[in-house]
């Protein structure tokens, strides 16, 4: 390991669906895994509304699976929120539950969708992630990322350099068989080239932190523009 894991820190990544903290966030979850960190993916639902060719009723376990292939792939724990596909739902009641969830988890860092985003799940879960950010006394840094076709109008600050863990995070991406990632995944590493262009390095995810947030302690050889 290439950097001092004194303090062990907890990263939660959370998405709206099976398949999108792998996509915006692979390369840093499996960078800050072999630091020795713990990881948690926390889906909004478990992907029930689609998984290809199979029955509908199938999906949430065909699609817990792959999720679960996908986080040991990246050295990382699943939880799921438990609301249903393509029909998010923030209110109250759900404002609290998904706070209680996510203060379980007593996260250092949380990344989340941006949400300015063309699917509802990931403004919901954005929504729910920010207000429980906030109801909690901002006790974890925040940061954004982006998803493939759906995040808009983003704008990074923080790039984390992943060109040695693409590789991983592509096998992450693909363990979701029934997303057919073959469509998504080279949109997906067009970005990142674009923002290690940016930055010079190879591949890099890029994020935009709250202006609220404390900075967190993002894997060595990131950079902030
Ligand atoms: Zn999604």
Known sequence: MGQSTAT??????????????????GGTIARYADLGHEVVL??????????G????????????????RACKILKSRAIFADQYDGR?????????SFAKLLAAER?????????IDRHRDHRAISALTVDAWWSGGKSFALYYYEVAEDTTMFTPAEYVDIAEVESRRRAACYAHTSQQPAKWYPKQAEITRRHGAEVGFGQAEAFLRHPESRPAQLPAGSKVR
């Open 53 to 68: 060719g199979a029955s509908l009723d199938r999906c949430a376990s065909i699609r817990t699976s792959e999720a679960q």
């Open 107 to 115: 996260a250092d860092v949380v990344f989340t969708h941006w949400p």
């Open 42 to 51: 926390l889906y909004l639902n478990r992907g029930e509304g689609y998984c």
């Open 88 to 96: 998010a739902i923030v209110d109250s009641a759900h404002y609290e």
């Open 8 to 25: 062990r820190l907890k990263i939660v990544v959370t998405g709206g669906h099976p398949g999108d903290p792998e996509c915006g966030c």
